[in-house]
């Protein structure tokens, strides 16, 4: 039988303490960073192997963390994730991943769920479908460290970060006015959610700045977000009935984007008849058919910030109290050029 190498070796072999040893590995702040570098290529070179069971059970801690999103193959989502693990593996920590489909009773399953399996703390991205945040303020008021990113809840105290919802639908709206769209409709995700409720505002404000007036039948929430493809089908037919129908439209999420160039196709709806400009992060944008403008969040980003604000959570040796909540810009995008690196495609 091999015999496993124990931290105890690590120390002897480099003279140092178990205990710092130890703390080199779980990269203490206490350890300087010329020690980590001497364990850590030292325990690399021997192909050592932590004991996460043993180390998550003397420090009460599963260096775990629990995620809950909307669903892996939204891109908006997929790309959050590769920020969220890209900060997470380099910290230690290990990343546990759930799919809500926007359904509020999924959502509160996956997060009683993680929270059993202890996990250190949670990131989490509300469903579209919940109305009701008890299952998520009782397990804070419990102490458990929650941060949220993209659809958040401004009710809990605690860390947040989202885009600029604000801006990315308030340019997407303008791209349309200055292609000459002044019938502009808005195909919203559920009501209560935050992103919700800024992209709305956004659409608002550019419809203001060009006197255009705002029509709210011209406006129509999904409040499943998406999930049931014959949502959005229902939303086209109702435009299409309208006296006045609309000449463009701004949709305000991913998802939606995506169902709703699939339902125009559906209608045999003449892509020349009508403007679109909406959110999307997918890789293949510019080969949809038919192109659109889009806004681009800075989803990687998103992942990573969240991330650390987590893990500062998790680690912290005393209460915190003071939160923060950061905005990141969003990029917008015409017939595939940067909106915000050439200004002058607003002009």
Do not use: W
Not at 10 to 35: C, F, H, M, P, Q
Not at 91 to 116: C, F, P, T, W
Not at 167 to 191: D, M, V
Request: glycine letters at 4%; a negative charge.
């Amino acid at each position: 039988m091999i015999k496993s190498v124990t931290l105890k070796d690590i120390a002897t072999a480099l003279g140092l303490s178990a205990s710092t040893v130890s703390r080199a590995l779980r990269d203490g702040y206490e350890i300087s960073e010329e020690t980590k570098q001497k364990v850590n290529d030292y325990a690399k070179k021997i192909n050592y192997n932590c004991n996460l069971v043993a180390l998550s059970l003397k420090n009460r801690r599963s260096y775990s963390i629990g995620v809950v999103l909307c669903e892996v193959s939204n891109n908006f989502f997929s790309q959050t994730i590769n920020g969220i693990e890209s900060i997470a593996y380099e910290k230690g920590y290990n990343v546990i991943i759930s799919q809500s489909h926007d359904s509020y009773e999924r959502e509160v399953m996956n997060v009683n769920h993680l929270a059993n399996r202890s996990v250190d703390g949670l990131l989490i991205s509300m469903a579209a479908e919940t109305t009701d945040f008890s299952h998520i303020t009782d397990l804070h008021k419990k102490g458990l460290p929650i941060v949220f990113f993209d659809r958040i809840i401004d009710e809990i105290e605690t860390h947040k970060v989202t885009s600029n919802n604000f801006q990315g639908s308030f340019q997407a709206t303008e791209l349309l006015i200055k292609s000459g769209k002044t019938r502009i409709a808005h195909l919203a995700n559920a009501p209560q959610l935050s992103i919700t409720k800024e992209r709305l505002s956004g659409y608002k404000a550019a419809l203001e700045k060009y006197n255009i007036k705002f029509n709210p039948d011209y406006v129509k929430h999904c409040h499943h977000g998406g999930r049931l493809q014959h949502e959005i089908e229902d939303v086209v037919k109702a435009f299409l009935q309208m006296e006045n129908k609309p000449d463009a439209v701004f949709v305000a999420s991913d998802r939606l984007s995506i169902c709703f160039l699939t339902a125009i196709k559906n209608f045999n709806i003449d892509p020349r008849d009508i403007g679109i400009a909406g959110f999307s992060n997918s890789d293949v944008i510019d080969l949809m058919q038919p192109s659109f403008s889009y806004v681009r969040q800075p989803a990687f980003e998103m992942g990573q910030v969240a991330t650390q604000m987590l893990i500062e959570l998790i680690e912290s040796k005393h209460p915190v109290t003071e939160f923060e909540k950061r905005v990141l810009d969003t990029e917008t995008f015409l017939n595939n050029s940067n909106v915000i690196n050439d200004p002058q495609i607003l002009l």
